[in-house]
């Protein structure tokens, strides 16, 4: 499977972006989405499990970003509301393949099997 993000842009602080991220092939599993700013390491932001309703965000997005997924088209969704120029980064989509939802685990990047390129998100002032 791989997986292609997009939906990233420049936009002001206070607006709206929903990033995209669509998978080549089945995405049986837990999907969840990273960013990464410059000079920084990698953090985790959300993710979902397969079924039902679990979902885990990071306390800095809590609120304001929604993550949703699409099992039939194969397509991971995250609704950012209300961004901040702290939002600015390159952002990840990933699938972990694994059976099963485990918050500890969602919030992990070594949980995660596959990863796509990125999409860069900026948030001006």
């Known amino acids: 499977v791989q997986l292609q993000a997009s939906g990233g842009g420049l936009v002001q602080a206070g607006a709206s972006l929903r990033l995209s991220c669509a998978a080549s092939g089945s995405t049986y599993g837990t999907m969840g989405w990273f960013r990464q700013a410059p000079g920084k390491e990698r953090e985790f932001v959300a993710a979902k499990s397969w079924i039902g309703t679990s979902t885990a965000y990071a306390d800095s997005v809590k609120g304001r970003f929604t993550i949703s997924r699409d099992n039939g088209q194969n397509t991971l969704y995250l609704q950012m509301n209300s961004l901040k120029q702290e939002d600015t980064a390159v952002y990840y989509c990933?699938?972990?393949?694994?059976?099963?939802?485990?918050?500890?685990?969602?919030?992990?990047?070594?949980?995660?099997?596959?990863w796509g390129q990125g999409t860069q998100v900026t948030v001006s002032s």
């Open positions: 990933a699938l972990d393949h694994s059976t099963g939802w485990s918050l500890a685990r969602a919030q992990k990047q070594q949980s995660y099997n596959t």
